[in-house]
């Protein structure tokens, strides 16, 4: 037996021909948005397509270089200074890889949301199983992005590792950030690509230091809410993007362990562990 289509009232047609008419403004939107700003491969500069099957990157890259795929960073084999505990890395920096590509975005192409994407893969595939090993919790974590020069985000408009440490937030919200101007670089010093790893230690040197004056009160946290954070997170971690030399990382951590070791204010409630991850290690790419 056939049974015909109820007819629709004019409310109900009404409200169909205006969910139509949305719908195909939408495409028609969006085909608009494609033409104007086509959505290209941050790696190799062809049109991206819907066939990406890498849910991490966010379809920031083509099949083809999604396909070259990101793996796992080994172990750094690095004597540390003292205070700091480990460096940890999640990718291999190979050479003309997506991964240095889209660090190259990043630093020079106005890209901050390729830093905070490669903080939440660092998150997901990497900090997660290590907070589990080392038996941290997230809720123990202080994240420090390293610091730029004034100058530099100026010119740049942000931090990179500011973007990164973002990223990882956004995958552990109750890890806490140590707001900027804190810890500064208040010296430039020259970019360290073409020095040898001696050169770049020295070139570094006492570039980095805890601003006292803005340690007690930020534009964004009051002095107790700043002291809080610095007393009650006893697992300091250093963000930053590549690790090539270390020396940029150990000025750093240095710096950190020789105030943890003199603020009593600090020392006298925790004594905070310091740690260092970083997105990509050059000492494992090829």
Known sequence: MNH???????????????????NMSSTLLEGGRQWIFPQLCIVCGRLRTDTTQNRDLQGMCCPVCESKGFDLAGALDRVLPEGLQSIQAAFPFVRDGPLQEMVHALKY???PDVGEQLGRMMAIHRMDLWMNE??????????????IHWRRRVGRGYNQSEAIARGIHTVFPDMG??????????RSTHTQTKYSEQKRAKNIRGA?????????????????????L?????????????????????????????WITRD???STHCKPVIHAWVVGNAEDGS
């Open 230 to 258: 610095l007393t009650d997170r006893p697992v300091w971690i250093l963000v930053d993007d590549v690790f090539t030399s270390g020396a940029t990382i150990f000025e750093c951590a240095s710096v950190l362990h020789r």
């Open 208 to 228: 980095f230091k805890v601003n006292e004056r803005t340690r007690t009160q930020t534009r964004t946290q009051t002095r107790e809410e700043v002291q809080t």
């Open 264 to 266: 009593a204010s600090i």
């Open 109 to 111: 192409q106005s890209r």
């Open 4 to 22: 015909s289509q109820t007819p629709m009232n004019p409310k109900q047609l009404a409200n169909r021909i205006k969910a139509e008419i949305l």
């Open 177 to 186: 950030v140590l707001p900027r101007g804190v810890f500064v670089r208040w």
């Open 134 to 147: 080392c038996t941290y919790s997230a809720s123990q974590c202080l994240l420090i992005p390293i610091p």
